[in-house]
């Protein structure tokens, strides 16, 4: 890194030195016209051959150099872009991590309280306390009703995933349904932040952008469905978006959050590292992506 910011420094050198020089060559040239004694000597003596080849080598230095030193910009930004766009890719898998971590949290705290109650009503059983157990039992049973109203698969961080999305879509009046069949080996094939990152990315993106809808005549909506057919993984989701928002791969969102593009980007190295393909298609005022994942149907 040093040598390649002497090198730069020497380039810059050399092109300053050469436009210098050019001036001077030009009042050096006018000096000797006023002057035709010099003039003629100077011609006479064959050094003008010896100064317009030095000068057609300080054109060719400096030339050189002004192009080493627009090489020097293109790569110093092209590497600063990378650099950029790997730090908001780290801080979308901290953000999504972080996601992860509360998520197992949510799962761990309604295990415990449904233990918990179940653990009571086993007691109560035990003392032949029926009433008050099926009571209990009757409570417990509410409860779950009206806190966890949708069971979308077996995999329980998926599914509380799943549920944490629809609650935020359900507040914004997003009509959202889900239709999950997940393979028997789901749980080993793929990790809890592959789950997490894989389908809270495509989630999330399909809630901002039905948030970007202007239409008032129809409501929004958000339809995933997941499939498996021999050792393939399916997904494929559907959501509204503005028409008028062309889709560029980049962003579909508005400018003040910029994880969108770098969301899609996790999408596409997850298949990717699965041997998988994807596909995005902006149909206008619905856009659909298509994502297959190949997987081992045994556990390792």
């Not at 030095?54 to 230095?61: K, R, T, V």
């Not at 999305?165 to 094939?189: G, T």
Request: net charge negative; hydrophobic share 40%; with cysteine.
């Amino acid at each position: 890194m040093k040598q390649h910011r002497n090198l730069y420094r020497i380039e810059k050198f050399i092109v300053f030195l050469c436009i210098f020089t050019f001036p001077l060559h030009g009042i050096i040239t006018n000096y000797m016209r006023h002057n035709p004694a010099l003039w003629n000597h100077f011609f006479r003596s064959g050094y003008h051959i010896f100064f317009y080849d030095l000068m057609s080598f300080a054109m060719i230095f400096a030339f050189g150099s002004f192009m080493g030193i627009v090489f020097h910009i293109c790569n110093s930004a092209r590497k600063s872009a990378d650099l950029k766009n790997t730090e908001i890719t780290h801080h979308t898998m901290l953000k999504q991590q972080e996601e992860l971590k509360n998520l197992k949290s949510t799962i761990l705290k309604k295990q415990y309280y449904i233990d918990h109650y179940l653990h009571i009503a086993e007691q109560l059983g035990n003392e032949q306390r029926y009433e008050e157990m099926s009571s209990l039992i009757s409570s417990l049973s509410s409860h779950v009703k009206r806190n966890y109203p949708d069971t979308f698969c077996k995999n329980a961080l998926l599914n509380t995933l799943l549920q944490e999305k629809k609650a935020i879509a359900d507040r914004l009046e997003i009509n959202c349904q889900f239709r999950i069949l997940l393979p028997e080996s789901f749980d080993c094939v793929f990790s809890d932040i592959t789950i997490t990152s894989l389908f809270s990315n495509l989630l999330d993106n399909a809630i901002e952008a039905c948030e970007l809808c202007n239409s008032e005549e129809k409501k929004p909506f958000i339809s995933l469905t997941t499939n498996f057919k021999a050792n393939v993984f399916m997904i494929h989701m559907q959501n509204s978006k503005n028409p008028e928002e062309i889709f560029t791969h980049q962003t579909n969102k508005t400018q003040n959050s910029a994880l969108h593009g770098h969301g899609l980007s996790i999408i596409e190295e997850i298949v990717t590292q699965y041997h998988g393909t994807y596909k995005w298609v902006d149909e206008g005022a619905c856009f659909s992506c298509h994502l297959m994942l190949q997987f081992s149907e045994e556990c390792h």
